[in-house]
């Protein structure tokens, strides 16, 4: 039991019933030996009882009023798919009372304590779901679906912030999805040519082949949506294409799906030429962390430069993540957190 809930004053009690009341569905939720009511337990500082489809959750107010509904949502999806750790976590990243229900759309008045599947079919409505060949994506939380819908929506898209927010993987995801549908002809993969603490002239081959490593994490995407022989295939005929954001310089983009990943370490001169290279037909992505600039000093960043230029310009979309938008290990959001919060401390030199 949570020491904290056992000698906190302002604990109460929430009973639960999830409806239907189906065993196989249960152990979905609860995990191998409880372990996903743990983990919620852990994360939201709750305690969690159950006796089959009954449970007590106790805490104080809201933590408890987020782990019932989290519960709710949950196990919606015990009919459809096999929940793992890694799927409570991206759950509990939206666990906040007003998020988790603006999620699910639907208001959470306290009253009814049942879950049934007739609550939800997935919200079908509001979930915005990307099909590619090997699998299909589901945007966690709320601002990855308005940033997929953003890039679904508009020609010019910028995804800013920390690593591990998904804003390069479902770029990659949603460039994937346009060329299965044959909205574009090709997929432009470009990144600047711009040394992060490494030197890239002891990198063999040329200005291409030295960056091609940098892109590995693109290509990792691109892999596990189309397959290794499907991408080469799409490669050597030119439909995919890998370009360091130097030779980008005099094209025209028409018909296209380009992703510009790392924009901060693009200059302001970069970023005006790459988005003037956008003919018609184009969609354009470009994703970027302004807290992680390796420009030489004193050179402003064409990613910070953009947002305060373009930012109310019609037909272009910002999309803003945070740390509580990180989807891998919790000590990563912790992490950003962490360097975010003593950057914005004053810098006291003698």
Do not use: W
Not at 26 to 37: D, E, K, P, V, W
Not at 46 to 70: C, K, M, S, W
Not at 133 to 148: D, E, F, M, S
Not at 294 to 315: K, T, W
Request: glycine content about 8%; overall charge negative.
């Amino acid at each position: 039991m949570n020491s904290y809930i056992a000698t906190s004053p302002d604990a109460i009690t929430r009973q639960l019933t999830l409806e239907p009341d189906d065993s196989r569905r249960l152990a979905n939720l609860c995990g191998q030996f409880g372990r996903h009511l743990r983990q919620i337990e852990q994360r939201l500082n709750v305690e969690i009882r159950n006796r089959g489809n009954e449970f007590a959750l106790v805490g104080d107010a809201q933590p408890t009023e987020a782990a019932a509904g989290l519960l709710r949502h949950l196990y919606q999806q015990t009919d459809r798919i096999d929940l793992t750790p890694d799927e409570i976590h991206l759950a509990l990243q939206t666990s906040g009372i007003e998020a988790l229900m603006e999620q699910l759309n639907t208001p959470f008045d306290g009253g009814d304590d049942t879950a049934s599947n007739t609550d939800s079919a997935d919200n079908s409505a509001g979930i915005t779901l990307i099909r590619t060949k090997k699998c299909t994506i589901k945007p966690r939380g709320l601002n990855q679906q308005r940033y997929v819908r953003s890039v679904q929506n508009n020609d010019i898209n910028f995804g800013i912030g920390p690593a591990g927010t998904g804003k390069t993987y479902l770029a990659v995801a949603c460039a994937v999805e346009a060329l299965l549908k044959d909205e574009v002809e090709r997929i432009l993969l470009v990144r600047p040519a711009v040394e992060a603490g490494e030197k890239l002239g002891f990198l063999p081959g040329d200005l291409a082949q030295k960056v091609d490593p940098y892109l590995r994490p693109l290509y990792d995407a691109l892999f596990e949506m189309l397959g290794f022989e499907t991408v080469g295939k799409l490669m050597e005929r030119g439909v995919i294409e890998v370009a360091p954001l130097a030779f980008m310089r005099g094209r025209t983009l028409n018909n296209s799906f380009v992703i510009l990943d790392e924009s901060q370490n693009t200059t302001r001169e970069q970023m005006k030429m790459f988005l003037t290279r956008i003919g018609f037909g184009t969609t354009a992505v470009i994703t970027g962390d302004p807290t992680q600039i390796d420009l030489p000093r004193g050179q402003q960043s064409g990613l910070r430069h953009a947002i305060e230029v373009l930012e109310n310009v019609a037909g272009i979309s910002f999309t803003h993540f945070n740390s509580k938008d990180v989807v891998r290990h919790p000590l990563v959001q912790r992490i950003v957190e962490a360097y975010d919060q003593f950057e914005q401390k004053p810098d006291i030199t003698d």
